[in-house]
């Protein structure tokens, strides 16, 4: 002990502890037990699809038992819109509807699974599509924000009115009551905590000629509408999910007019409640705007499509936030939700016929297999 002074000695503690810190940085799941859970590493792992028609139902719950449920997906928004034989407004259902009955084979599957189910009927946008008006505007033509605007006999992008899809007027004084009874009534039947508003690529909003929102600011009308909704569903303890392209500046990040927004909406951003979920969708680049959103207090999963090389930089990206954000950022890091835009059967065609290639099919496997290695 003679060639060790207590300098010395101190000094082999501070190195040894130091050492011990360091370790423990580089490699936080070595240190910490509770990030081995895959609900603490990712605490969303989604699926966003549309909801089957009665044909394909059967093979819908057969995909949450066997393709669902083992890898541990535990939210999926469906998209009903007016699929659904609704009882408060049967002026509204859309051809092949749910009924009630069939809904409830959905939801006994996911129970048993733990999954979360999040309806989604748009709100706001896409009240038509291409050349066809959707049952809302048509049940209701004076709610349209631009009925001057006629619906083409076919349709074509870019066109001279700008029409991508029709919207409602936000400030029409009956739209509510009719939206919010579909809203109550799709949340009932999937006992819902959380809806799914859809609010995404609303190009038209403000319209000069809009006799109640001409000349005002659309980033107030934006995030009026999505206060007003969210306002409704906390009445019944529910949380609002949006699609975050409008709240994302489409010129100043390079993003364009797609998934982010060149009508000056984004600076609701900063208008919206914080309890709003964000669904942040990018499909051929993995930009990082997840960021900017738990940044500005929101909670965001980032959302893939049919690029499977995004969807795995993504998954990894949306780790990695969580990982070394503060305790304040990191919890609005939710985790990762995959989306298919085609049909339930055409999903089934081309992940069970394992098309090759830049599918959504693909990306799902792709997704959650990155997802499968993490935590263990
Ligand atoms: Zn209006």
Not at 104 to 125: D, S
Not at 127 to 144: C, E, N, V
Not at 287 to 292: F, G, H, S
């Amino acid at each position: 002990m003679k060639y060790f002074s207590i300098q010395k000695i101190f000094l082999l503690f501070f190195i040894l502890i130091n050492q011990t810190v360091v370790q423990a940085q580089s490699n936080p799941t070595a240190s910490n037990p509770a990030q081995t859970n895959i609900d603490s590493i990712l605490p969303i792992r989604g699926l966003s699809i549309a909801a089957p028609t009665s044909a394909t139902l059967d093979s819908f719950v057969t995909f949450i038992n066997q393709e669902l449920a083992p890898r541990r997906v535990n939210a999926l928004i469906l998209r009903i819109d007016y699929h659904y034989k609704y009882k408060s407004h049967p002026e509204l259902v859309d051809s092949s509807s749910l009924s009630l009955a069939e809904v409830k084979k959905i939801v006994n599957a996911c129970k048993q699974h733990k999954i979360r189910i999040i309806p989604q009927v748009n709100l706001l946008g896409h009240q038509s599509w291409a050349k066809t008006t959707g049952p809302l505007l048509r049940a209701y033509p004076h709610f349209d924000e631009t009925p001057h605007v006629k619906m083409p006999e076919v349709y074509k992008w870019p066109n001279p009115d700008g029409l991508y899809c029709k919207s409602y007027c936000p400030l029409h004084p009956d739209v509510h009551k009719v939206v919010f009874e579909v809203v109550d009534e799709i949340c009932d039947a999937f006992e819902a905590s959380a809806f799914h508003a859809g609010m995404d690529e609303v190009f038209y909003l403000g319209d000069d000629k809009c006799p109640r929102c001409s000349g005002r600011d659309k980033a107030e009308l934006f995030a009026g509408e999505v206060t007003k909704i969210r306002n409704h569903l906390a009445q019944k303890n529910r949380e609002l999910w949006i699609w975050g392209d409008r709240l994302i500046d489409g010129k100043t990040t390079g993003l364009g007019i797609w998934e982010a927004s060149f009508n000056n909406t984004h600076r609701a951003i900063d208008m919206i409640p914080r309890d709003v979920f964000i669904c942040d969708w990018h499909y051929a680049r993995p930009d990082k705007t997840a960021v900017l959103f738990a940044a500005k207090g929101l909670r965001v999963a980032t959302c893939p499509w049919r690029t499977p090389q995004t969807a795995v930089i993504q998954t990894s990206d949306m780790v990695a936030f969580r990982q070394h954000s503060t305790r304040q950022m990191k919890e609005n890091f939710q985790g990762m939700i995959s989306t298919v835009w085609t049909s339930a059967s055409g999903f089934f065609r081309e992940f069970y016929g394992k098309a090759p290639g830049n599918t959504s099919g693909n990306t799902f496997r792709a997704m959650f297999d990155e997802i499968d290695k993490l935590g263990k």
